[in-house]
């Protein structure tokens, strides 16, 4: 697939290519892999983290794995998890979606996340 950009996108791409490491081409991929996910899931925005970029519920500081883990500890009651992060059930719902559709990014996530606690606890 070939694609035509501005000369400013370009230059803007090459930039953010350079401070990540990675070559235009891949971040242009990343970003269009993105733009599908945010157009099938509104409610999810993307951040730069460790490592890459993390799927967040936008307008939050909440990661969608962590989402996934207070369900959890919420027995599975999303309106309970809803109410906790004072979130409509909706968009807790979405993130889930989300967390169902993309199942291997968001349990990567969340071993990274259970070997960061182990680390710190030891």
Do not use: C
């Not at 035509?4 to 290519?17: F, S, Y």
């Amino acid at each position: 697939m070939s694609l035509r950009i501005t000369r400013d996108a370009k230059n803007d791409l090459d930039a953010d290519a350079i401070l990540k490491g990675l070559a235009p081409s891949t971040v242009a991929a990343n970003y269009v892999s993105e733009g599908t996910r945010r157009s099938r899931f509104p409610a999810i925005d993307f951040r730069d983290g460790h490592p890459g970029r993390v799927a967040y519920l936008a307008g939050t500081r909440w990661p969608v794995w962590l989402i996934v883990d207070l369900v959890k500890d919420d027995s599975g009651d999303v309106a309970a998890a809803a109410k906790h992060m004072n979130r409509p059930a909706a968009l807790v719902k979405m993130a889930l979606r989300y967390a169902e559709s993309y199942a291997d990014e968001i349990q990567a996530a969340m071993q990274l996340a259970e070997s960061r606690s182990a680390d710190w606890l030891a």
